[in-house]
């Protein structure tokens, strides 16, 4: 029975840096010919970064990646690696236009190519917008064990390329996937691919990009199932891994190409004759993270790759001794370490003793940068020149502080963090130009309520290392307020976070009607009032920086409404 081992590259690409992509897949072809693989399967489009967006339809764009595929086919075969079949993503561009394609690389040549088939339209996704659609499918033949590939949504589709591939009678199914991460989505990813391998009636290796890109934050999660559903090995969430998979397949099939269903299906001779091997022992299966580890994590690697792949070596953000900035700074320092986070008190005459205390304690407990700017001298020129009362004379506050972020990361070289969460960016309960500003917002996507378990989450975890807890308890028991008026708390102008998280939840992320809120039991009052809320900030959020994604409704590239828009529920 024909043996071959495979290896499921789970790697972090940078989009758009085409030589620093090829020398990940070089690196970690290495890594899988020292592991004794036959054929290692990289993720989707890893050469090119996933998405590559408008550089998809910029032919100079996929002109180079075209020539750094080819280019890295010769690589690997100089670097003495040309024996290991090497299955990269990559953009391709042929008379019909972009295509989102994957190739097999062996030898010093690119033996195999396909072109994803199904194009997804939803959520994030704008592949119609850029890519033409495959119509073939190539098998290649390793050791005699025949191999078939589908890409990404070509998995999540039903039919299609891995129907053709049954009735094919392929051995094996490979996947590469840039598949982006919200909560839970790896409790789907498992049925997904049991049902793909039995539809297939063969293993299926599904290998997804690890990495922050803008907005997205893909996990890996990478999965191996035999033809029986079994779970053969699972990788870990949010680091790169190898994983070594051995198997003992029937092989033997004949090399006849034509039509089945919708695709042309070729045969590719790749290697044949390996010589036997001792076998590995089965992969090891990592437990999927609990809810809020994982989107810590995600949190984590969307901020590191953020700051990190756009050259910033260090982020500043205001510290109000509140929850949110507190979370932000804590996961500032677990993503990039305490000495590239520096925070700022900027207290006005407004803000409480307790909030000056609990800034200065989470600086001391986790050892970020830490100095005190008082904005009061500020805000006197604005409030006494202009008369600035009410609502003004808040908003300058915040637009202080704001101003004073900026100057300070012009200095200095920082990248400012927006501290906002998605609780508040929802009912606009924001200031542009002053809490809202800066480069990346880390906790965008995260209702209040969620930020909340977050930091219980974040100190239980130091305890159990033996830590000290980053995040002061008195930041997380406090009433949460903005301090911009005497005794002023978030429930003057908003209801309780819990209620609020439960009915945006619904509106936001479900996209429920009036009708529908009412019919889940929620006050028509206290829909009406939310709803208005929402609606009349939209020109608020499309001002606001990008930040992680985690939910499967993201304010930005998920939600997209008009600014100008006369409709309103109810």
Known sequence: MPQLRIALAQVNATVGDLDGNASLVVEWTRKAREGGAHLVVFPEMVLTGYPVEDLAIRTSFARASAEALDTLASTLDSAGLGEVAAVVGYL????????????????????????KHHLPNYGVFDERRYFKPGSSLDIVRINGVEVGMVICEDLWQDGGPITALGDAGVDLVVSPNASPYERNKDDLRLPLVVRRAAEAGAPL???????????????????????????????????????????????????????????????????????????LPAPRVFEPLSDEAEVWHALVTGLRDYVHKNGFRSVVLGLSGGIDSAVVAALAVDALGADSVYCVSMPSSYSSEHSKSDASDMATRTGLHFTTEPIGDMVSVYVDQLKLTGLAEENIQARCRGMLLMALSNQNGHLVLATGNKSELAVGYSTIYGDAVGGFAPIKDVFKTLVWSLARWRNDEAEKRGEVPPI?????????????????????????????????????????????????GFAPELVDRVLRMVDKAEYKRRQYPPGTKISNKAFGRDRRLPITNGWREG
Not at 93 to 111: F, K
């Open 92 to 115: 391709e561009h042929d008379s019909a236009g972009p295509r989102n394609a994957a190739a097999v690389l062996h030898g010093g040549r690119v033996v195999a190519r396909q072109s």
């Open 205 to 279: 290796a599904y290998c997804n990009l690890i990495g922050g890109q803008d907005e997205l934050v893909f996990d890996g999660d990478s999965i191996v199932v035999a033809a029986d559903g079994q779970l053969i090995g699972r990788a870990p969430q949010f680091v790169e891994h190898l994983m070594l998979v051995d198997f003992d397949l029937p092989g033997g099939g004949e090399y006849e190409q034509g039509q089945i269903g919708d695709f042309y299906v070729r045969r590719v001779f790749v290697s044949d004759a390996i010589a036997p091997y001792e076998p």
């Open 472 to 520: 002061p308890e008195n930041s997380i028991t406090k009433p949460p307020s903005a301090e911009l008026r005497p005794g002023q708390v978030d429930t003057d102008s908003l209801p309780d976070y819990e209620l609020l998280d439960a009915l945006l939840t619904q509106y936001v992320d479900g996209d429920r009607g009036y009708d529908d809120l009412l019919a889940a």
